[in-house]
């Protein structure tokens, strides 16, 4: 049973009378967003223990995540039921979750980045690539370049093949900006992908000011309203319809919910917002 967190804590926040009330929150997620025969059935598996709880993003709760992180750890858990949580390395209380098997994904090794980018590349590639990988910022706490994150390998690559015979970004930041950059592209002419750029700034400010890692028109709404680019919204709402947003996953349409592709972005655009000094945090 597949639970994504930023999903749980939206419907924890519009029908918190309904999970308070529940045999467990697991309960309660089905019991709103599957079909009656379905709830049903998943219902009967965490009954009888017969199910495995996949918990996906247990930092990604926002200003439910200590709710929900004691909810796990004091209900279902004692429930006895089978979980699997799965977190980013810096989400996690130790001490909390010390009953629980841990398992973490190593960084990938100088080879394992080489064979990765070679699929992609090319030898060709690969070997116009490895000086600027060499001279990639190092990760604080692995010790390692910053490329040993699959994610960021993904975006050395995505820049390398848009700037051939350019200089390559040098600090995560560039990264970051130059990714981020090329994403945007994807909405059409690179006129109006840059005029995008300060409302998805925005978008992403207000969401993530609000503790949430789902997106609504509310949000988009606001963000609008903040830069005075109502045309954009429009424009934006139809490109992530239409799968021209890397940046966005579009999670429904009606309500409209959405989400960063990855909640690094997220936070990536609201520091920048901050450090514009037209953004500020609430109080």
């Avoid at 993003?57 to 039921?81: A, C, F, S, W, Y």
Wanted: with cysteine.
């Amino acid at each position: 049973i597949l639970i994504k967190i930023q999903l749980l804590q939206t419907h924890l926040l519009e029908a918190s009378d309904s999970f308070a009330s529940a045999w467990n929150w697991v309960d309660a997620y089905l019991k709103r967003v599957e079909e009656p025969a379905v709830y049903r059935m998943l219902r009967q598996s965490m009954v009888a223990r017969r199910s495995l709880i996949l918990l996906d993003g247990l930092d990604e709760g926002g200003e439910k995540r200590e709710e929900i992180e004691r909810h796990v750890t004091e209900v279902l858990m004692p429930q006895g039921h089978v979980l699997l949580a799965t977190s980013r390395p810096d989400g996690i209380d130790a001490s909390r979750f010390g009953r629980f098997y841990q398992l973490s994904l190593v960084p990938l090794t100088d080879a394992q980045q080489l064979q990765a980018l070679e699929r992609r590349l090319g030898s060709g590639g690969v070997r116009e690539l490895r000086p600027h990988l060499e001279r990639m910022p190092i990760d604080e706490a692995t010790q390692q370049r910053i490329t040993s994150n699959p994610l960021m390998l993904s975006m050395v690559a995505s820049i390398f093949e848009l700037r051939t015979g350019l200089a390559m970004p040098e600090t995560t930041v560039q990264l970051y900006a130059e990714a981020t950059r090329a994403m945007l592209a994807r909405v059409g002419e690179q006129r109006v992908a840059l005029a995008l750029t300060p409302l998805v700034q925005a978008v992403f400010f207000e969401a993530h000011v609000a503790g949430q890692r789902v997106i609504t028109a509310s949000h988009l709404d606001i963000a609008a309203h903040r830069v005075a680019d109502e045309r954009g919204r429009g424009v934006l709402r139809e490109a992530v319809e239409m799968d021209r947003m890397p940046l966005l996953s579009l999670l429904q349409t009606r309500p409209l919910q959405l989400q960063a592709a990855h909640l690094s972005f997220q936070e990536y655009f609201a520091a920048r917002a901050i450090c514009t000094g037209a953004y500020r945090l609430p109080e």
